[in-house]
């Protein structure tokens, strides 16, 4: 009995020392602001979506036939932020005029991010930067129904390069038209 003991201990001791080992060598970015939008004039900022990390799924878009990037340009983003910065919001505020003029289209937020950090991480850090612009255009009258998010996360770099120059045209939120 005693050497069936000795033998579970040694192999819960070996997997604990494999488990340790096996953590992520990616540092992890410390976690920002969140989503806040900090405009006065547009009113209280409207919070990270609850679920699928992002819109629910009654209010997600439809995209079989695609998307048309490309109309307006990108907003861009602080390291570990969400936070729409005031150069930015002309913009936004473009894409709000055009949407409310065009009821019948819809507009594809992609939230993008660089390199640094996990996966997972950056998944959903650029889910929160594609609501953060959704949240500024529906406090700007764009009627939630006719906006979707999606999170590339790091996976499609405006720019390939390991620096920060690169790294910093990577943190965005491109709008497309649904087709």
């Known amino acids: 009995m005693k050497l069936h003991s000795w033998k579970s201990l040694t192999l819960l001791a070996g997997l604990a020392i494999l488990l340790a080992g096996c953590e992520s060598p990616t ?16 009113g209280d900022v409207v919070g990270t979506h609850e679920g699928d990390m992002g819109v629910p799924e009654n209010e997600r878009l439809n995209v079989k036939d ?29 894409i709000a005029r055009w949407a409310k003029e065009n009821t019948g289209q819809k507009v594809m937020i992609a939230g993008h991010c660089d390199e640094r950090g996990t996966l997972e991480y950056n998944r959903a850090l650029g889910q929160r930067r594609a609501s ?47 087709q």
């Open 27 to 42: 540092p992890k970015p410390k976690t920002g602001e969140g989503t806040g939008i900090d405009d006065s004039t547009v």
């Open 132 to 178: 953060a612009a959704r949240d500024y255009l529906v406090k700007l009258g764009v009627p939630a129904g006719s906006l979707g998010t999606v999170s590339f996360g790091e996976e499609q770099p405006a720019d390939n390069a390991h620096n920060e120059d690169a790294w910093a045209k990577n943190r965005r939120d491109e709008f497309g038209i649904v």
């Open 66 to 94: 695609g998307v048309q990037y490309g109309k307006w340009e990108a907003v861009h983003f602080d390291y570990d932020s969400a936070t729409i910065r005031e150069g930015d919001r002309a913009n936004l505020e473009e």
